[in-house]
DNA sequence: GCCTTCCGTCAGCGTCCGCTAACGTTCGTC
DNA sequence: GACGAACGTTAGCGGACGCTGACGGAAGGC
């Protein structure tokens, strides 16, 4: 290995959204808390594969996990995306203004909303 | 081909942004319009590697190609990246929508309290 | 026509990745 | 302490991925 393991927290999240799994999983986490079990009774893959996904969006900061007895419960972590949302801002501001200006009034709304829900929601976890 | 390989534009977007190489050439030719040759003459690895990093890029829509010649301009298209921006949004406003649905009666008060205490700290950084 | 430049394509190879089956670990219960 | 439940971990396998080297093709200069 050339050690190009993990150089850029971004390579790791970018990674861990390539799989389509691992997408759907981390939407379904988004609304509730879930245990490992209950992700993976969610898909026709084995406990094991989705137990590995799992570790896979944990270490990409993409996902929280909380331990209540035996079983470990798993949330989606907004803030993961924050890197990723970082890479798409700086490439548009540098690249277009046009398209950005499309897009703009078109987003505004929604972007206002999320933002706002996302201060109550990560007030949560500190 | 198995006709398994676009299953959702996403999917193509998210994987062709996976390699950090590809995500490199990306950011290369979003200020400037860069001829094949230029785009590889900025890496260490082969022009055919590249080529073909270009061919996955350009196939996933995040790419426009141009002929001058024997030269081919590349240019990023940011249209590719509206979807992902779309995917991100949409998953925050989603997930949050229904999170607060749920518990709303158990938090809001607290959470409101919580949330408003950071917004003034934190302010618009947006 | 001939040659050079610029570029894409193909075959092959080493590596990484996602999946499965078997095993190990922790926690609660009797 | 013994048993079962809920997960994580490991070894191994098949497929996908990125890279290289060799080849083919289109456009321009002589």
């Known amino acids: 290995m050339p050690a190009a393991a993990a150089g850029e927290p ?24 879930l245990a490992a079990g209950e992700i993976a009774a969610a898909f026709e893959v084995t406990r094991t594969a989705v137990s590995q996904h799992l570790t896979v969006l944990k270490n990409a900061g993409l996902l929280s996990e909380r331990r209540e007895g035996t079983r470990r419960l798993y949330r989606a972590r907004p803030e993961g995306l924050a890197e990723l949302r970082e890479f798409l801002d700086g490439m548009w501001a540098s690249a277009l203004d046009d398209a950005r200006r499309l897009v703009e009034a078109d987003r505004a709304a929604r972007a206002a909303r999320a933002a706002r829900a996302a201060e109550d929601r990560s007030e949560e976890d500190r």
Chains 1, 2 share one sequence.
Not at 10 to 29: G, Q
């Open 10 to 33: 971004l390579d790791e999240t970018m990674r861990a959204l390539a799989e389509p799994r691992r997408r759907a999983i981390l939407r379904l986490v988004a609304t509730d808390e």
